[in-house]
């Protein structure tokens, strides 16, 4: 079992940044490839970025691509995503997830989440 705790979001304005982080329980942090999805209102939730367990491989969304980066600390069991250039469309609702699958030219989900943290970009 692994529990997710994300913090960092807030209220910004555009074109500013924000730090996303995401703190796992549990030993096997190291193992798991980690993601960042988001929900918007309305909308679907959708994955943002991922990261493999060893930070060799990611994975952005076309649109943060250039502006979000991901990466992790194994050793504080921590998962970041740094979002700059923020736009008012990046608002939502930001969800840490744990244990995805790579297929090559996509990602699933894993099967442990954070309870999400409320980005809101003003324009």
């Known amino acids: 079992q692994v529990q997710l705790v994300e913090s960092g979001g807030g209220l910004v304005q555009a074109g500013g940044s924000l730090r996303l982080s995401c703190t796992a329980s549990?030993?096997?942090?190291?193992?798991?490839?980690m993601g960042w999805f988001r929900q918007a209102p309305g909308k679907e939730r959708g994955l943002v970025t991922a990261i493999s367990w060893s930070g060799g491989s990611t994975y952005y969304a076309d649109s943060v691509k250039g502006r979000f980066t991901i990466s992790r600390d194994n050793a504080k069991n921590t998962v970041y995503l740094q979002m700059n250039s923020l736009k008012p469309e990046d608002t939502a609702v930001y969800y840490c997830n744990a244990g995805l699958t790579n297929h090559g030219s996509f990602w699933t989900e894993g099967d442990y989440w954070g309870q999400g943290t409320q980005v809101i970009v003003s324009s």
């Open positions: 549990g030993r096997t942090f190291s193992s798991y490839a």
